[in-house]
T-cell receptor, first 111, second 113 residues
Framework: GNSVTQMEGPVTLSEEAFLTINCTYT??????LFWYVQYPGEGLQLLLK?????DKGSNKGFEATYRKETTSFHLEKGSVQVSDSAVYFC??????????FGTGTSLTVIP | ETGVTQSPTHLIKTRGQQVTLRCSSQ?????VSWYQQALGQGPQFIFQ???????GRGNFPPRFSGLQFPNYSSELNVNALELDDSALYLC????????????FGPGTRLTVT
């Protein structure tokens, strides 16, 4: 079946620290992979995506590389800001009509 | 351009009752997906509607049903509410059924007592 496992939280970092949130997946075929972000009191927003192996998705300083050999899609950012505090969800979809989400990782960045 | 909107924002119902949640898709989007997000969990796919037809369903019982209207807005109906149905219900719209870009609404918080 299809599933996503992501790093347990919560994660607390100081401003300008390096961020990694791990995500691994199980899927039949070749899924597209996504990171969504949920800011407090808001709906989910697409942060970045990658549709095939070795693709790198990037947005707002965040990056993730689709690694087929390790079935991973880890989220990274070189220098986090207080405004990055949110819940981050890794997700996959094979067909575009059904998405599978991880349980989310809460990030708090302190000044 | 108006984003995805959902109503109501919050709702409290009693076990056994029925509830209807509403979603207006983003302009130009013909596909709507519904998700259930329990507290501390990721969203779980309930079903998707494309051009007024159900186009995929997750592992939810038949008491979860939906509808999509000609203007592509959508409703989620839940019958015989159970305590475990308490969750945030998210609606997402996309340009087509095969589009990977989903735009989420803010959700409806349902509490079943």
């Amino acid at each position: 079946g299809n599933s996503v496992t992501q790093m347990e939280g919560p994660v607390t970092l100081s401003e300008e620290a390096f961020l990694t949130i791990n995500c691994t997946y199980t899927a039949t075929g070749y899924p597209s992979l996504f990171w969504y972000v949920q800011y407090p009191g808001e709906g989910l927003q697409l942060l970045l995506k990658a549709t095939k192996a070795d693709d790198k998705g990037s947005n707002k300083g965040f990056e993730a590389t689709y690694r087929k050999e390790t079935t991973s899609f880890h989220l990274e950012k070189g220098s986090v800001q207080v405004s990055d505090s949110a819940v981050y969800f890794c997700a996959l979809s094979r067909t575009g009509n059904q998405f599978y989400f991880g349980t989310g990782t809460s990030l708090t960045v302190i000044p | 351009e108006t984003g995805v909107t959902q109503s109501p924002t919050h709702l409290i119902k009693t076990r056994g009752q029925q509830v209807t949640l509403r979603c207006s898709s983003q302009s130009g989007h013909n596909t709507v997906s519904w998700y259930q997000q329990a507290l501390g969990q990721g969203p779980q796919f309930i079903f998707q509607y494309y051009r007024e037809e159900e186009n995929g369903r997750g592992n939810f019982p038949p008491r979860f049903s939906g509808l999509q209207f000609p203007n592509y807005s959508s409703e989620l109906n839940v019958n015989a509410l159970e305590l475990d149905d308490s969750a945030l219900y998210l609606c997402a719209s996309s340009l087509s059924s095969s589009s990977y870009e989903q735009y989420f609404g803010p959700g409806t918080r349902l509490t079943v007592t």
